[in-house]
């Protein structure tokens, strides 16, 4: 119990200490990324691209305003425990999100694939194309996708159920090992560190591999 308060206590602390990172370590002298844009009639990423610029000429929309995060590579860090692939998250929480991590794996809990930091805009208005504008949460290294081909992500589900549209990801079953669940170890983990689960969020979508800031 005293590692999940400190734990809590911590990542919560770095997410109201804004852009404080900054403070503590050089500025890069560039901000490099790949990104692509979903498509909402096609449904799957498109204009896929390399952006590279000053890193003191960061646009608003690639700073996360609730945490100070960028989208840029040189602000995430890797996160590696073993048995897992590694993965990237902003430098901020990746070590809050390794700890829970690395406890849920001595405990046997059934974590298979986590995915991290992916720069994406697959949020917010529709532009001329189709696709959309806002950079998700995964861009800024703040979101965590756990088993995703046992938690999909669903529209047009205001509440779970027959009606739900699998859009990514594989279906939700609950009772299948690796299926994240409310009370489970593993949404129980995350969520005392101040994350949202997907799986719990209001409105037409049901995100069950996913945890961020906001849920989205």
């Known amino acids: 119990m005293g590692n999940v308060i400190a ?6 602390a ?5 852009r404080g990172f900054a403070d503590e370590r050089p500025l890069p002298a560039a901000c490099t990324y790949e990104t692509q844009r979903w498509s909402v009639a096609l449904r799957r990423s498109v204009d896929a691209r390399t952006v590279s610029h000053p890193y003191s000429e960061l646009a ?8 100070g995060c960028t ?3 040189e602000d995430q860090e890797r996160v590696a425990v073993p048995p897992l692939e ?13 700890a829970a991590l690395e406890g849920l794996v001595r405990s046997g809990a059934p974590v298979f694939e986590v995915v991290g930091y992916r720069v994406i805009r697959s949020r917010g208005p529709v532009d001329g194309a189709g696709n959309r504008t806002g950079f998700s949460n995964h861009s800024y290294g703040t979101a965590v996708d756990i088993n995703p081909e046992l938690n999909g992500l669903y529209d047009h589900c205001l509440e779970f159920g027959p009606r739900c549209r699998l859009v990514r990801g594989g279906e939700w079953r609950p009772g299948v090992r690796g299926t994240l669940e409310r009370g489970g170890d593993i949404v129980r983990a995350f969520t005392s560190m101040g994350l949202r689960w997907g799986g719990e969020i209001a409105g037409r979508q049901k995100d069950f591999m996913h945890f961020s800031m906001t849920g989205y």
């Open 60 to 67: 608003g929309d690639e700073v996360d305003p609730a945490t």
């Open 86 to 98: 590694p993965f990237f998250l902003c430098c901020k929480i990746a070590p809050q999100v390794r």
């Open 7 to 12: 734990v809590t206590l911590g990542i919560l």
């Open 71 to 73: 989208v840029c590579r």
């Open 14 to 18: 770095l997410f109201h200490a804004g």
